[in-house]
């Protein structure tokens, strides 16, 4: 099994920034694609951003391009959202999620941006930003 622990979110003030961290364990070496979601009241659960195992491949939807940078360290088990230009849409419980080995082609097919694409998901930190 592994274990995923977010941390970092909070309160930020619009045009701010925040970075969010995402700390694996236990069976780490079975992680391939990560990934970050987010989930608003009463909204479905949304894609932020994703990496590859390597960290030479990242995707965005285009709400959050260009304002939020997905990033891993494998030596530490982590990976990172650094989120910036921080809008009150943004405001929500973020996730980070990781997918098992077995699904290792899944990122050259395209699957990285559904919930039901991801074996682990952590408990979820609060990000709120303020206009």
């Known amino acids: 099994q592994v274990q995923l622990v977010e941390s970092g979110g909070g309160l930020a003030q619009a045009g701010g920034s925040l970075r969010l961290s995402c700390a694996a364990s236990?069976?780490?070496?079975?992680?391939?694609?990560m990934a970050w979601f987010r989930q608003a009241p009463e909204k479905e659960r949304e894609f932020v951003a994703a990496?590859?195992?390597?960290?030479?491949?990242?995707y965005y939807p285009d709400p959050v391009k260009g304002r939020f940078t997905i990033s891993r360290d494998n030596a530490e088990n982590t990976v990172y959202l650094q989120m910036s230009s921080l809008k009150p849409e943004d405001t929500a419980l973020y996730y980070c999620?990781?997918?098992?080995?077995?699904?290792?082609?899944?990122?050259?097919?395209?699957?990285?941006?559904?919930?039901?694409?991801?074996?682990?998901w952590g408990q979820g930190t609060q990000v709120t930003v303020s206009s």
């Open positions: 999620a990781a997918q098992d080995s077995r699904r290792s082609d899944y990122l050259s097919q395209g699957r990285f941006s559904r919930p039901w694409e991801y074996d682990y």
């Open positions: 236990g069976r780490t070496f079975s992680i391939t694609t």
């Open positions: 990496i590859s195992w390597s960290g030479g491949h990242t």
